[in-house]
């Protein structure tokens, strides 16, 4: 769309001008063939001979631009030159005062192929002429041979690369007869034509491939001559091959029933062979099952005593380390009044519905490790065992938190399945680790760690024990 609007708008413009009176534009040929990869002269003149030195010479294709060569203002202008000629042409000025002048293209490209208009153009008149450029290639010299023989005919081929346009082939007998073409085929590779071509021969004579440039007319050619004895002494060769081929099959064929027989011979033994080796492996695989079971017991059995190893040395580890804490309750500074604290602060009861009360420890912790042992005589609805600081305790807050000063862990049920049932009673021992931040519990028949938390610096003050009793909840501490 864009071209053919220049097209017009240079007409326009040119139309302006006063028509062509003062000199004529001549190709000096109206075809030029030029060879692939040379150089290709388009030439146009003056006539009358007219100085072109001051005038524009365009030379363009179906557009004034992009163009291919302009020649302006005494010299050449690339700057609208079309991208596939830069680089690549030359005008020849040497006789340019007498009106003649020649565009140069290098390295020619069957893009290059097709119509070009030599364009003149003075301060009071222009003109032009029409040129055409044809490329040609020619390609390497056939390369015959022979396909094959099939059915009394041999097949003979002829193979050549590198020619443009398409060229034209045939195969001619040494007789002067063109003998028909079984199948021909073109194929394209960088612009290039590969050709190859086929006969069927039946007869001896001398075949030559012609392939011909239909442009220049030039030609290649390559011969191959076929001898009339051949074909007899394929026929005799392949009566041969025939007779050859039959005996070979009746003796591959009495092998093979030999092969067969000894084949089925030989599969009964390997059944045979096979049926007891796998009874075998099935009673080595059954024994090894067994000791693999026996084994797996015994692994396991060793894993559960090490564990139970392992957590007794935790416990013992933490006892020695510890200064255990022989609780006394503060009846003085409960946390939540409602508390029934017995036997000289040793023993706690919760009997109030629908209210949880809290009680703290008399002794205060400041450095080092402690423990205590804490008896849960009942515990149906859980309680909270932990540490409190007395520099933050709030006793009119009713939930234990860091921020209220109390720093607890919640026994429930679901935590203490594996050592107690619900509701029988349970012996824990809790572990305090100031310089740790650390607080952890133990199952006290077990010797096993049930829970451990690392509460930081959120409690820095005096720390108490600290218990929370829910309904029917009762603890004591002998």
Same mark, same amino acid.
Request: some cysteine; proline content about 3%; overall charge positive.
């Given at each position: 769309?864009?071209?053919?609007?220049?097209?017009?708008?240079?007409?326009?413009?040119?139309?302006?001008?006063?028509?062509?009176?003062?000199?004529?534009?001549?190709?000096?040929?109206?075809?030029?063939?030029?060879?692939?990869?040379?150089?290709?002269?388009?030439?146009?003149?003056?006539?009358?001979?007219?100085?072109?030195?001051?005038?524009?010479?365009?030379?363009?294709?179906?557009?004034?631009?992009?163009?291919?060569?302009?020649?302006?203002?005494?010299?050449?202008?690339?700057?609208?030159?079309?991208?596939?000629?830069?680089?690549?042409?030359?005008?020849?000025?040497?006789?340019?005062?007498? +009106?003649?002048?020649?565009?140069?293209?290098?390295?020619?490209?069957?893009?290059?192929?097709?119509?070009?208009?030599?364009?003149?153009?003075?301060?009071?008149?222009?003109? +032009?002429?029409?040129?055409?450029?044809?490329?040609?290639? %020619?390609? !390497?010299?056939?390369?015959?041979?022979?396909?094959?023989?099939?059915?009394?005919?041999?097949?003979?081929?002829?193979?050549?690369?590198?020619?443009?346009?398409?060229?034209?082939?045939?195969?001619?007998?040494?007789?002067?007869?063109?003998?028909?073409?079984?199948?021909?085929?073109?194929?394209?590779?960088?612009? !290039?034509?590969?050709?190859?071509?086929?006969?069927?021969?039946?007869?001896?004579?001398? =075949?030559?491939?012609?392939?011909?440039?239909? %442009?220049?007319?030039?030609?290649?050619?390559?011969?191959?001559?076929?001898?009339?004895?051949?074909?007899?002494?394929?026929?005799?060769?392949?009566?041969?091959?025939?007779?050859?081929?039959?005996?070979?099959?009746?003796?591959?064929?009495? =092998?093979?029933?030999?092969?067969?027989?000894?084949?089925?011979?030989?599969?009964?033994?390997?059944?045979?062979?096979?049926?007891?080796?796998?009874?075998?492996?099935?009673?080595?695989?059954?024994?090894?099952?067994?000791?693999?079971?026996?084994?797996?017991?015994? %692994?396991?059995?060793?894993?559960?005593?090490?564990?139970?190893?392992?957590?007794?040395?935790?416990?013992?580890?933490?006892?020695?380390?510890?200064?255990?804490?022989?609780?006394?309750?503060?009846?003085?500074?409960?946390?939540?009044?409602?508390?029934?604290?017995?036997?000289?602060?040793?023993?706690?009861?919760?009997?109030?519905?629908?209210?949880?009360?809290?009680?703290?420890?008399?002794?205060?912790?400041?450095? +080092?490790?402690?423990?205590?042992?804490?008896?849960?005589?009942?515990?149906?609805?859980?309680?909270?065992? +932990?540490?409190?600081?007395?520099?933050?305790?709030?006793?009119?807050?009713?939930?234990?938190?860091?921020?209220?000063?109390?720093?607890?862990?919640?026994?429930?049920?679901?935590?203490?399945?594996?050592?107690?049932?619900?509701?029988?009673?349970?012996?824990?021992?809790?572990?305090?680790?100031?310089?740790?931040?650390?607080?952890?519990?133990?199952?006290?028949?077990?010797?096993?760690?049930?829970?451990?938390?690392?509460?930081?610096?959120?409690?820095?003050?005096?720390?108490?024990?600290?218990?929370?009793?829910?309904?029917?909840?009762?603890?004591? =501490?002998?």
């Amino acid at each position: 769309m864009a071209t053919s609007l220049q097209l017009i708008v240079a007409l326009l413009l040119l139309n302006q001008l006063p028509p062509a009176e003062n000199f004529n534009v001549i190709a000096q040929e109206k075809l030029v063939t030029a060879t692939l990869g040379k150089a290709a002269k388009l030439t146009c003149y003056l006539n009358p001979a007219t100085s072109a030195e001051h005038m524009e010479v365009r030379w363009y294709r179906s557009v004034l631009r992009p163009y291919v060569h302009l020649y302006e203002n005494g010299k050449s202008d690339y700057n609208e030159q079309m991208q596939e000629f830069h680089g690549r042409t030359e005008l020849l000025m040497e006789n340019i005062i007498k +009106g003649n002048v020649t565009l140069i293209i290098h390295d020619v490209r069957p893009s290059d192929e097709g119509l070009y208009n030599c364009f003149f153009v003075s301060s009071s008149s222009y003109n +032009g002429a029409e040129q055409e450029l044809k490329v040609k290639a %020619i390609g !390497l010299e056939p390369l015959t041979h022979i396909e094959n023989y099939h059915q009394g005919e041999i097949m003979v081929s002829c193979q050549s690369k590198g020619w443009y346009p398409e060229p034209e082939v045939m195969w001619r007998r040494s007789d002067g007869a063109i003998v028909p073409l079984l199948n021909s085929q073109a194929t394209v590779a960088n612009g !290039l034509f590969n050709i190859e071509a086929s006969i069927n021969v039946s007869s001896g004579f001398r =075949f030559t491939c012609v392939i011909t440039n239909t %442009i220049s007319n030039e030609v290649a050619q390559s011969s191959i001559s076929i001898s009339r004895n051949i074909f007899g002494t394929i026929q005799r060769s392949n009566t041969s091959r025939f007779v050859v081929l039959t005996a070979s099959f009746v003796v591959t064929l009495i =092998f093979l029933l030999v092969f067969v027989i000894l084949f089925h011979s030989m599969e009964e033994k390997n059944n045979k062979e096979k049926e007891l080796l796998r009874r075998m492996l099935q009673s080595i695989k059954e024994k090894n099952n067994k000791e693999k079971d026996q084994l797996t017991k015994e %692994i396991y059995k060793m894993t559960k005593e090490t564990r139970e190893l392992k957590s007794d040395n935790e416990f013992l580890r933490r006892m020695l380390q510890s200064i255990k804490v022989d609780i006394t309750l503060d009846t003085g500074y409960h946390v939540y009044n409602g508390l029934c604290i017995s036997y000289g602060g040793k023993s706690v009861v919760q009997n109030l519905p629908n209210r949880e009360f809290g009680v703290l420890g008399l002794q205060e912790l400041t450095s +080092g490790r402690h423990y205590w042992v804490v008896n849960i005589l009942r515990c149906w609805n859980g309680c909270i065992v +932990g540490v409190a600081d007395k520099s933050k305790l709030n006793p009119h807050l009713h939930i234990p938190s860091p921020q209220n000063g109390i720093y607890a862990l919640w026994l429930w049920r679901g935590d203490f399945k594996y050592c107690k049932a619900p509701g029988d009673p349970l012996r824990i021992m809790v572990c305090l680790e100031i310089e740790n931040r650390s607080i952890s519990v133990f199952c006290g028949e077990t010797k096993m760690l049930i829970h451990k938390r690392y509460f930081g610096e959120c409690l820095r003050g005096r720390l108490c024990p600290f218990f929370r009793l829910s309904l029917g909840a009762e603890i004591n =501490f002998f």
